[in-house]
């Protein structure tokens, strides 16, 4: 197993060299080090609300098929037959009917994993169904997302005991997905991460959101560890990070006080970042492709109350943060290609910039980098 190095930083914290967003080395650790023994957001369970449903996903380089039991458990199987090994399921998304059989010579699994028939095999001397259930990730479900650990050594509310209740009073759970948006970023996903926890760079970057919320309004409440950040405040009381600032939604959840005037922003390491408003939440899910190109798929979600009322339309919501967004991915894209220089060598990272320091700690220590 490779040992890397920790980068020795002198004084005061700088940027990682470059090997950490560009090489394939680095990327390959990571599958195993990060994604395949972390804690993953894959979506929200409103997806797979009945008996049946499914959807598929890929982490760590797995195929896993998502889906629902008739007792309600949720369940994510290996994509991987226990005859012959073959992908079973290439659907991204549908509906069991109460079973899920292989293409190949039709072996059946229960929704729960079991192997319930396998032609011809009875005849088989020793052959015991109860050996063959499905491989199955750990599977954990927190205010309405569902987490999978490829690796079942850490219990999900050991690992999320800091956040466990603290969003209570958004009640996200309740939420439902609204709209999403696909993107495909050529830069390394920690470079998504760093960015989203400053905002030393709105001022430049984004015009319209410093407008509504100053960038030096931060206040960060978690600031070590596999969850950072805190919130910022919106300018003036009744506003919300829309195209025009406002919005006639009532607050999700209890809202109230001075959370009216806030917007929160969560990295909840290594896989989503959460942005709390106060009359929607907002996340992307992340998922690394290569070491220079990652996945995020951005979703709006609001009170059922409220896209129920007629005439509910997302589109200021969506659409102030779609260009927030495409702000963001070109200076995302900018900062790997300035780290695939030869002439870069790690920078300074500023006072506003405390939770970059702390997410580069947290990931090498994930990483097992020791020092030089
Ligand atoms: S490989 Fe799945 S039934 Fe044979
Ligand atoms: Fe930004």
């Known amino acids: 197993m490779t040992t890397f190095v920790k980068p020795s930083v002198g004084t005061g914290a700088k940027t990682l060299p470059s090997a950490w967003y560009i090489s394939p080395e680095v990327f390959a650790a ?9 804690w993953l957001c894959i979506g929200r369970e409103e997806a797979i609300e009945q008996t049946g449903d499914f959807f598929t996903t890929f982490v760590a380089g797995e195929s896993l098929i998502v889906t629902r039991d008739a007792g309600g458990k949720v369940h994510a199987f290996y994509n ?14 549908g509906h069991f009917r109460g079973s899920i059989q292989c293409p190949y010579h039709a072996w059946t699994y229960g929704l729960d994993g079991a192997l319930k028939v396998a032609r011809n095999m009875a005849e088989v001397e020793g052959f ?9 990730a750990a599977v954990a479900c927190w205010e309405g997302f569902i987490f999978v650990n490829l690796d079942k050594r850490e219990p999900f509310e050991q690992v999320f005991s800091p956040l ?3 969003f209570a009073r958004w009640e996200l759970a309740s939420l439902r997905t609204a709209r999403s948006i696909r993107y495909e970023l050529a830069c390394n ?8 926890s400053e905002c030393y760079h709105c001022p430049l970057v984004h015009p319209q959101l410093d407008k509504l919320s100053p960038s030096d309004s931060g206040h ?19 506003m ?6 406002h919005s006639t939604r009532p607050p999700i959840g209890s809202v109230d006080g001075a959370d009216l005037d806030r917007v929160y922003y969560y990295t909840i390491f290594p896989s989503l970042l959460l942005s709390l408003h106060p009359d929607y939440a907002m996340v992307h899910y992340a998922r690394p492709l290569a070491a220079d190109r990652t996945e995020v798929v951005c979703a709006w979600l609001f009170a059922p109350s409220t896209m129920e009322q007629p005439g509910f339309d997302p589109s200021d919501a969506v659409e102030f943060w779609d260009l927030t967004n495409r702000q963001d991915w070109h200076v995302n894209e900018l900062t790997q290609r300035g780290v695939s220089s030869r002439a870069y060598t790690p920078g300074p990272y500023s006072n506003a910039e405390g939770l970059l320091s702390a997410f580069d700690r947290y990931y090498l220590g994930v990483m097992g980098a020791r020092e030089s």
């Open 240 to 245: 919300s990070l829309t195209m025009t600032g």
């Open 30 to 38: 990571e599958r195993e080090r990060v994604f395949g023994s972390s």
């Open 164 to 166: 466990i209740g603290r």
């Open 189 to 196: 996903w920690k470079l998504l991460f760093l960015n989203y």
């Open 80 to 93: 991987v037959c226990r005859h012959r090994g073959s992908r079973m399921c290439e659907q991204p998304s």
């Open 220 to 238: 960060n409440d978690l600031s070590e560890g596999p969850f950072l950040g805190g919130y910022s405040q919106l300018r003036a009381h009744g």
């Open 128 to 136: 015991n169904p109860a050996e063959y259930p499905l491989h199955e």
